[in-house]
């Protein structure tokens, strides 16, 4: 499965963006996926996951009530909703895809596939 981030960039606290994370290669359907994030100088966090057909979502305390995060199996397409950025945000997300069965959704080690990452940058 290859997976492909993209809708990072500059943006003013209390901005929005969103982040699309296209998958190829594997049945969309078939996984759990993931947002993470990594802040220059911080190890990768948990930021949000969603279940197979996207009934079931988990959101990190920090994120709560900011972020969304969905899924479009037709379009076999993970996007993350982000709203009232705070500086606190910046970081490069990583979108993650199919957690091992039995693991942990918010541990980063059970993901098997991860995009590239893209750099979500928020000025105060």
């Known amino acids: 499965v290859q997976l492909q981030a993209c809708g990072g960039g500059l943006v003013q606290a209390g901005g929005s963006l969103r982040l699309s994370c296209a998958a190829s290669?594997?049945?969309?359907?078939?996984?759990?996926m993931g947002w993470f994030r990594q802040a220059p100088g911080k190890g990768r966090e948990f930021v949000a996951t969603i279940s197979l057909i996207g009934s079931t979502t988990y959101y990190a305390d920090s994120v709560k009530g900011r972020f969304t995060i969905s899924k479009d199996n037709a379009k076999n397409t993970l996007y993350l909703q982000m709203n009232s950025l705070k500086p606190e945000d910046t970081a490069v997300y990583y979108c993650?895809?199919?957690?091992?069965?039995?693991?942990?959704?918010?541990?980063?080690?059970?993901?098997?596939?991860w995009g590239q990452g893209t750099k979500v940058t928020v000025s105060s």
């Open positions: 993650a895809a199919d957690v091992t069965r039995g693991g942990s959704w918010f541990g980063d080690i059970n993901y098997h596939y």
């Open positions: 290669g594997g049945t969309f359907s078939d996984y759990i």
